[in-house]
């Protein structure tokens, strides 16, 4: 079965320094790969989606992923963090034989000023 | 658009008494979801439906009942609420499966058991 790692719990930033949040999957084959965001009070929103090809993706707000097969990584990057971007992030992972995703347990981000 | 909606928000039930979690999505999906979020365990699965009529369990089925009656409502159920069962509820729907297709989340209900 898949899971999903995210050796973060939490990661204080700058307001305008770059980001980085780690995420390392479990998966035999080719993963669905997911970043959410979760911002206080509010439910989950997609940030980005890897299914196949470039392994470089784009999404929403600035944010951007990569994804590593020798490493079974799946990076979140940010070149320049915003305040607005404090929220909690979640890694996730899916197949095309399952019916849910599996998600980390999160990476809260701080930006101080 | 609504997209998902949950109601309540907000509860706060007593040891022993019932409720029932409602969500309904307006955008056809057939997959919908039952996650709680606990701190630190990021979010587990509770159960989940693939179509109307159809349930099933996910991760962490116990003490929880569903029934997805239409296809644009999927209901949680609590028979006899317990201090474990404190969490915030999140519903969420998929057109496709939710594995391989992005998931639209409620904002979620948050439940105090006392």
């Known amino acids: 079965a898949q899971s999903v790692t995210q050796p973060d719990i939490h990661i204080t930033v700058s307001e305008g320094a770059s980001l980085e949040l780690r995420c390392n999957y479990s998966y035999g084959a080719t993963p669905y790969l997911f970043w959410y965001v979760q911002s206080p009070g509010q439910g989950l929103q997609l940030l980005l989606k890897?299914?196949?090809?470039?392994?470089l993706v784009q999404g929403i707000k600035g944010f951007e992923a990569e994804f590593k097969r020798s490493q079974s990584s799946f990076n979140l990057r940010k070149p320049s963090v915003h305040w607005s971007d404090a929220a909690e992030y979640f890694c996730?992972?899916?197949?095309?034989?399952?019916?849910?995703?599996?998600f980390g347990k999160g990476t809260s981000l701080l930006v101080t000023p | 658009n609504a997209g998902v909606t949950q109601t309540p928000k907000f509860r706060v039930l007593k040891t022993g008494q019932s409720m029932t979690l409602l969500c309904a999505q307006d955008m056809n999906h057939e997959y919908m979801y039952w996650y709680r979020q606990d701190p630190g365990m990021g979010l587990r699965l509770i159960h989940y439906?693939?179509?109307?009529?159809?349930?099933a369990k996910g991760e962490v089925p116990d003490g929880y009942n569903v029934s997805r009656l239409k296809k644009q409502n999927f209901l949680l159920g609590l028979e006899s609420a317990a201090p474990s069962q404190t969490s915030v509820y999140f519903c969420?729907?998929?057109?496709?499966?939710?594995?391989?297709?992005?998931?639209?989340f409620g904002d979620g209900t948050r439940l105090s058991i006392l």
């Open positions: 996730a992972v899916g197949s095309n034989s399952g019916y849910a995703l599996n």
């Open positions: 890897y299914f196949s090809g470039d392994t």
């Open positions: 969420a729907s998929s057109y496709y499966s939710g594995a391989s297709q992005p998931q639209h």
């Open positions: 439906s693939v179509g109307e009529g159809t349930t």
